[in-house]
Nanobody, 125 residues
Framework: QVQLVESGGGMVKPGDSLTISCVVSGLRFSEYHIGWFRQAPGKEREFVATLTWNGRTPYYADSVKGRFTISRDNTKNTLYLQMDALKPEDTAVYLC??????????????????WGQGTQVTVSS
């Protein structure tokens, strides 16, 4: 079955950097535009970033553009999210997700049917 496992979350201070990872199994990772989403307490799940299968075209939410960088290693079935200049409002559970078909880009959560459990990122002084 398809599995997505996030890791690397933690507690950091405002302005710090953190990189989280997502290891994917059960599908042809190199064909899927895996995405990052986040969900803060009491808020809806929101799109953060996604990346095309070849790593050439990233898409970012306006709130993270210029601070976050998405990347992937198709030899390791792993997606990364480097987060710089973190702010308290970035505090959330970060989840990676696979869309419902290969070579497909979408920023809407309903377009994704495989989700990881998430990793907590807390930004606080």
């Amino acid at each position: 079955q398809v599995q997505l496992v996030e890791s690397g979350g933690g507690m950091v201070k405002p302005g710090d950097s953190l990189t989280i990872s997502c290891v994917v199994s059960g599908l042809r990772f190199s064909e899927y535009h895996i995405g990052w989403f986040r969900q803060a307490p009491g808020k809806e799940r929101e799109f953060v970033a996604t990346l095309t299968w070849n790593g050439r075209t990233p898409y970012y939410a306006d709130s993270v553009k210029g601070r976050f960088t998405i990347s992937r290693d198709n030899t390791k079935n792993t997606l990364y999210l480097q987060m710089d200049a973190l702010k308290p409002e970035d505090t959330a559970v970060y989840l990676c997700a696979a869309p419902n078909r290969p070579f497909y880009t979408n920023t809407v959560p309903s377009a994704y049917n495989h989700w990881g459990q998430g990793t907590q990122v807390t930004v606080s002084s």
